[in-house]
């Protein structure tokens, strides 16, 4: 079974070939969705081709599908229209999955199954990096904003945190915002610490 | 309040979604809507014929192709509400448009002399002419063939289709893997802006009220949950009628300006809302009135005929086969009886009928409504032809191809 992978991510496209290879499959190629990526997948005609159902460029694949001479047999989105759970999932994960005709849906599944699985871990992974990322700005904020407390009301650190951590919760407002407007108060008066 | 989710492509003529959204439109029905940005035709297709989204903001041909099975899984489309009339440009590079009538004005007020000016340039040009459509089943498709036909140019052969996403046509011209393009705004302004095109076509200069895009639902939905249609039919009638007042122009164009919608410079943006549309870098703009209409003219009224004109263009380009079953299914995707109920009580001039003549108005005239008075705009094809709904096969005789 030749498996093509069209991803804008190549992060993501490579975890997937890592899960599909341990999974025995071993005939896979990543095309990613740029240039002339259209007449490559044409040359190369995969039995499936798992797509990024966020690529922009799902449309000129669709019409290679529609005009292509080269691919004799009719392609499939999904190829069991029935089973709308696991379609609800897989556009869910943002998979899609095109079949060419007469693929016994037995063997379609455990690939779908396992591209939702990887692009669902991905999407995790991705948004545990973004908070980690987004707790380690705010951590700089507070810092900042502690040592202009520090430095113009001559607070130690330890009450120059308790002091944000008061006005955030009398302001219902987050420690980082009530950081934040510290800071750009004191940028525009010119105490930068 | 209802939660609703409609997905839409980042392109200005989303704005009536917008507007119901950001300017309360939605909310004052009691609807909690969610916009969902996609950037391919076939995503939002797919969300909406697999049920992630309750409704779409589609490509009208579209609508009728999954219906008629043409792309991908097929299902019934119900489209009670039309989100905008006009709006798309063609723009060539510069050297391909060099061929053209070197005044760039007339290239939009004489659209036939522009089309054999295109006819005449392909056989100069160093390739076969590569020009970028935003799908197979867009209305700007449609359009191109129609306006190409007319020149005795065959689109299938005497030029190159390429079917690209608008946010990538510019890119594309500039890497000249394309000779122009034909797509919604802002992107043939975005091109023109960057020195990279010029505007050789309006949508309006070809067909003066063109079909565009439409709200589309499943048509099980749609039957399943009738108040709620109602709710949103009002709501999105209430914003377009915002996003037509010249008053609102501004606010619209920093609303679709944002990074979750269209994220474009909102002043590119506002060209197409207000009519002023620069054709190329360093001249005047042009007025152009009707390049974009949301609300004005009855322009939300789902007409039959437009779904049959439609189910004609893709009978003469060997879309689909003609036949009664595929003319009936193309007529029921636009649903004006959805549209009369939802908005019977509300002070929108309602048509008395469901079917008109496409293209045989010249000029503005007053018709039949249930209230107040309707003006309908002039809505010409360029050359003169008129579409009968009820004589298809004659009107498809009268074409070469």
Same mark, same amino acid.
């Given at each position: 079974?030749?498996?093509?992978?069209?991803?804008?991510?190549?992060?993501?496209?490579?975890?997937?070939?890592?899960?599909?290879?341990?999974?025995?499959?071993?005939?896979?190629?990543?095309?990613?969705?740029?240039?002339?990526?259209?007449?490559?997948?044409?040359?190369?005609?995969?039995?499936?081709?798992?797509?990024?159902?966020?690529?922009?460029?799902?449309?000129?694949?669709?019409?290679?599908?529609?005009?292509?001479?080269?691919?004799?047999?009719?392609?499939?989105?999904?190829?069991?229209?029935?089973?709308?759970?696991?379609?609800?999932?897989?556009?869910?994960?943002?998979?899609?999955?095109?079949?060419?005709?007469?693929?016994?849906?037995?063997?379609?599944?455990?690939?779908?199954?396992?591209?939702?699985?990887?692009?669902?871990?991905?999407?995790?992974?991705?948004?545990?990096?973004?908070?980690?990322?987004?707790?380690?700005?705010?951590?700089?904020?507070?810092?900042?904003?502690?040592?202009?407390?520090?430095?113009?009301?001559?607070?130690?650190?330890?009450?120059?945190?308790?002091?944000?951590?008061?006005?955030?919760?009398?302001?219902?407002?987050?420690?980082?915002?009530?950081?934040?407007?510290?800071?750009?108060?004191?940028?525009?008066?010119?105490?930068?610490? | 309040?209802?939660?609703?989710?409609?997905?839409?492509?980042?392109?200005?003529?989303?704005?009536?979604?917008?507007?119901?959204?950001?300017?309360?439109?939605?909310?004052?029905?009691?609807?909690?809507?969610?916009?969902?940005?996609?950037?391919?035709?076939?995503?939002?297709?797919?969300?909406?014929?697999?049920?992630?989204?309750?409704?779409?903001?589609?490509?009208?041909?579209?609508?009728?192709?999954?219906?008629?099975?043409?792309?991908?899984?097929?299902?019934?489309?119900?489209?009670?509400?039309?989100?905008?009339?006009?709006?798309?440009?063609?723009?060539?590079?510069?050297?391909?448009?060099?061929?053209?009538?070197?005044?760039?004005?007339?290239?939009?007020?004489?659209?036939?002399?522009?089309?054999?000016?295109?006819?005449?340039?392909?056989?100069?040009?160093?390739?076969?002419?590569?020009?970028?459509?935003?799908?197979?089943?867009?209305?700007?498709?449609?359009?191109?063939?129609?306006?190409?036909?007319?020149?005795?140019?065959?689109?299938?052969?005497?030029?190159?289709?390429?079917?690209?996403?608008?946010?990538?046509?510019?890119?594309?011209?500039?890497?000249?893997?394309?000779?122009?393009?034909?797509?919604?705004?802002?992107?043939?302004?975005?091109?023109?802006?960057?020195?990279?095109?010029?505007?050789?076509?309006?949508?309006?200069? !070809?067909?003066?009220?063109? +079909?565009?895009?439409?709200?589309?639902?499943?048509?099980?939905? *749609? #039957? $399943?949950? %009738? &108040?709620? @249609?109602?709710?949103?039919?009002?709501?999105?009638?209430?914003?377009?009628?915002?996003?037509?007042?010249?008053?609102?122009?501004?606010?619209?164009?920093?609303?679709?300006?944002?990074?979750?919608?269209?994220?474009?410079?909102?002043?590119?943006?506002?060209?197409?809302?207000?009519?002023?549309?620069?054709?190329?870098?360093?001249?005047?703009?042009?007025?152009?009135?009707?390049?974009?209409?949301?609300?004005?003219?009855?322009?939300?009224?789902?007409?039959?005929?437009?779904?049959?004109? !439609?189910?004609?263009?893709? +009978?003469?380009?060997?879309?689909?086969?003609?036949?009664?079953? *595929? #003319? $009936?299914? %193309? &007529?029921? @995707?636009?649903?004006?009886?959805?549209?009369?109920?939802?908005?019977?009580?509300?002070?929108?001039?309602?048509?008395?009928?469901?079917?008109?003549?496409?293209?045989?108005?010249?000029?503005?005239?007053?018709?039949?409504?249930?209230?107040?008075?309707?003006?309908?705009?002039?809505?010409?094809?360029?050359?003169?032809?008129?579409?009968?709904?009820?004589?298809?096969?004659?009107?498809?005789?009268?074409?070469?191809?």
């Amino acid at each position: 079974m030749r498996i093509a992978i069209v991803d804008e991510s190549g992060l993501r496209a490579t975890i997937l070939e890592d899960g599909l290879r341990e999974a025995g499959y071993d005939d896979i190629t990543l095309v990613p969705p740029r240039g002339a990526f259209v007449a490559r997948l044409e040359a190369l005609a995969p039995d499936i081709v798992i797509i990024d159902l966020g690529t922009p460029s799902r449309d000129s694949f669709e019409e290679m599908l529609a005009v292509s001479r080269a691919l004799a047999r009719p392609i499939a989105m999904f190829v069991d229209a029935s089973d709308e759970t696991m379609i609800g999932e897989a556009i869910d994960a943002g998979v899609g999955a095109y079949v060419v005709d007469g693929f016994a849906k037995e063997r379609v599944k455990p690939v779908l199954d396992l591209a939702i699985r990887r692009f669902n871990a991905f999407a995790a992974l991705r948004s545990e990096l973004e908070e980690a990322r987004t707790a380690l700005a705010e951590r700089r904020l507070i810092d900042r904003a502690k040592a202009i407390l520090m430095k113009s009301r001559g607070l130690s650190e330890a009450d120059a945190y308790a002091l944000l951590r008061k006005t955030a919760m009398n302001q219902s407002r987050k420690i980082a915002d009530v950081a934040q407007a510290l800071i750009t108060a004191s940028e525009l008066l010119g105490e930068m610490p | 309040m209802t939660p609703l989710s409609i997905a839409f492509v980042p392109l200005t003529d989303a704005a009536v979604l917008v507007a119901a959204r950001e300017r309360g439109f939605a909310a004052a029905e009691d609807i909690d809507l969610t916009l969902v940005r996609t950037t391919s035709w076939a995503t939002v297709r797919d969300r909406l014929v697999y049920g992630q989204v309750q409704a779409a903001h589609m490509l009208a041909p579209l609508a009728v192709a999954v219906t008629l099975g043409l792309s991908q899984q097929p299902a019934a489309i119900a489209a009670p509400f039309k989100l905008n009339v006009n709006g798309n440009a063609l723009t060539l590079a510069a050297d391909f448009a060099a061929a053209l009538d070197p005044v760039s004005r007339n290239r939009i007020t004489d659209p036939e002399a522009t089309a054999h000016d295109f006819a005449g340039a392909i056989g100069l040009h160093r390739r076969k002419p590569i020009i970028g459509v935003v799908h197979r089943f867009s209305s700007h498709a449609l359009m191109l063939r129609y306006w190409l036909g007319y020149a005795g140019v065959d689109p299938d052969r005497d030029v190159q289709l390429r079917v690209l996403p608008p946010s990538l046509m510019v890119e594309a011209l500039r890497a000249r893997e394309i000779d122009g393009f034909l797509v919604g705004e802002p992107w043939s302004s975005v091109a023109v802006d960057s020195g990279l095109g010029e505007i050789a076509a309006v949508g309006a200069s !070809i067909w003066r009220r063109g +079909v565009e895009k439409l709200l589309a639902m499943r048509e099980d939905w *749609a #039957e $399943a949950n %009738a &108040a709620l @249609v109602d709710r949103l039919l009002r709501a999105l009638d209430r914003a377009a009628r915002w996003c037509d007042d010249p008053a609102n122009r501004s606010d619209l164009a920093e609303l679709l300006a944002r990074p979750d919608y269209v994220a474009q410079p909102a002043a590119l943006i506002e060209r197409a809302l207000g009519g002023q549309i620069w054709l190329r870098r360093d001249e005047a703009p042009v007025e152009v009135p009707d390049f974009l209409l949301f609300h004005r003219e009855a322009a939300n009224f789902p007409w039959r005929s437009q779904g049959l004109w !439609i189910y004609s263009q893709f +009978v003469r380009w060997g879309f689909t086969a003609a036949s009664p079953d *595929a #003319e $009936a299914a %193309a &007529a029921r @995707v636009f649903r004006s009886d959805l549209y009369r109920r939802a908005l019977a009580g509300s002070g929108t001039p309602m048509p008395g009928a469901s079917m008109k003549l496409e293209g045989a108005l010249g000029a503005p005239l007053g018709v039949g409504s249930d209230r107040g008075t309707l003006t309908l705009g002039p809505d010409r094809f360029f050359d003169g032809r008129v579409f009968d709904p009820s004589r298809i096969e004659e009107y498809l005789a009268g074409f070469a191809r």
